[in-house]
């Protein structure tokens, strides 16, 4: 009977600031062990918490078989392969102490008007899948992670912003020196007329929601997502490129092969290529089924059944830097946050922002009251795409500056 077995560990430790003072600490180290039993086009599933070794395992897994999971798909062979990212380990864990000092004599000129509170951690993770036939695939790599809440002393929000990193190294004095200028801004709340504006949300990820829709082999084949049977074809700026990439350790990516034991041979999986539609991303099950080629995007936890997700999605960098683009444009809203909006099914987009600033040839102006941005997908990433940077607002982020025209309304 052919089995497998998903092992994770991750060793941490993660210190909380309370009003910008040391509260506690945490130490973690949780095993947690999954195992897939494939019998008669069926897989069974048992999981673990703690040590057990994996005979034991495999015995509860086999004494609990009820309902089984239908499979009728053709199982990877798995190969030897171990990827330690020695690099990421090097840096001591009390560096987090240090971060956090660095941190408070930074903000130490803030206190009297904001209150700050958050957590840093770094982490150890070692991730294995072995099959019964002896083949391990292993990843080992360490990561850091830190944000900081502030709210306005007398302010009645839960929150008013925040600013945070994460990444393979932690790198305090960038965000910091990215941000401090703006939180200088916060008190200078200025007046706004509605109109077309160029956009920059600082992370913009949650931009491409629905674009991504259309890049899985589920939705796109069954006709339901915005790009169905556009394959091929150009919808967007030539200007514009986005990609599956399965190895960005600067980012915490450690993906070569995923939870299904399937390697992908490219790092580098091109979805839109200058404009042009190239490709979607499929498990094992979805590319049986839609006949489509798996492309190294099964995704479980050690508890759970495979499903299909990214592996990190990367916008193609653009020439000049995100400070040189803001200098350029006249005017330009900065968004730090924007949560709760939504996307129609015909692609039409509007969110709230809670957190914006404007910008006028590089020079922040002030904060912004509370506004609603609206555009269409299509347009973003098309007619009104201004220009992509070449690095993200942060060093610790993952995609570049997007730039693009929206509507502006005042609330």
Not at 120 to 147: C, I, P, Q
Not at 340 to 346: L, N
Not at 376 to 384: A, E, G, I, L, V
Request: aromatic share 10%; net charge neutral; glycine share 10%.
């Amino acid at each position: 009977m052919k089995q497998d077995i998903l092992t994770t560990n991750e060793e941490s430790l993660s210190v909380e600031v309370v009003a910008g003072q040391v509260n506690s600490s945490r130490n973690k180290n949780i095993t947690k062990k999954g195992v897939r039993l494939f019998e008669g086009n069926k897989i069974y599933t048992t999981s673990y918490v703690g040590d057990i070794s994996d005979a034991d395992l495999v015995k509860k897994a086999q004494s609990s078989k009820s309902v089984g999971i239908p499979y009728d798909y053709e199982l990877p062979h798995y190969q030897n392969g171990r990827m330690i990212d020695e690099g990421s380990f090097h840096a001591p864990l009390s560096q987090i102490m240090e971060a956090i000092q660095a941190t408070q004599e930074r903000l130490q000129g803030y206190s009297n008007e904001f209150v700050f509170n958050g957590k840093f951690e770094r982490s150890f993770h070692t991730v294995s899948l072995k099959d019964d036939k002896g083949a391990v695939m292993e990843k080992k790599f360490g990561t850091n992670g830190w944000y900081y809440l502030f709210k306005r002393v007398g302010s009645p929000n839960l929150l008013d912003g925040y600013f945070a990193g994460s990444g393979r190294t932690l790198d305090i004095n960038d965000v910091l020196d990215k941000n401090l200028p703006y939180l200088d801004a916060y008190k200078n709340e200025i007046t706004f007329q509605s109109g077309k504006y160029p956009v920059l949300f600082i992370e913009g990820d949650g931009l491409q929601n629905k674009l991504i829709e259309s890049l899985r082999a589920d939705k796109y084949c069954e006709g339901s997502a915005l790009y169905s049977g556009k394959l091929n074809q150009q919808i967007f700026s030539k200007d514009f490129s986005l990609y599956d990439i399965n190895l960005l350790p600067e980012h915490g990516v450690y993906r070569k092969f995923d939870e299904e034991g399937t390697i992908r041979k490219l790092e580098k999986l091109p979805l839109i290529e200058n404009g042009v539609m190239k490709n979607v991303i499929a498990d094992l099950r979805n590319a049986k089924k839609y006949g489509v080629e798996a492309t190294g995007n099964g995704m479980r936890s050690y508890d759970s059944a495979v499903g299909m997700g990214f592996n990190a999605l990367v916008v193609a960098a653009g020439k000049r830097t995100t400070q040189e683009i803001l200098k350029s444009l006249d005017q330009c809203v900065v968004v730090f946050m924007g949560d709760g909006g939504d996307f129609t099914d015909k692609g039409d987009f509007s969110t709230p922002l809670q957190l914006s600033y404007l910008v006028k040839k590089g020079e922040i102006v002030g904060r912004l009251p509370q506004l609603t941005v609206k555009t269409t997908t299509t347009d973003m990433f098309n007619s009104r795409l201004i220009e992509i940077a070449s690095d993200g607002f942060q060093k610790n982020f993952r995609n570049p500056s997007l730039f693009t025209e929206m509507d502006v309304y005042l609330n």
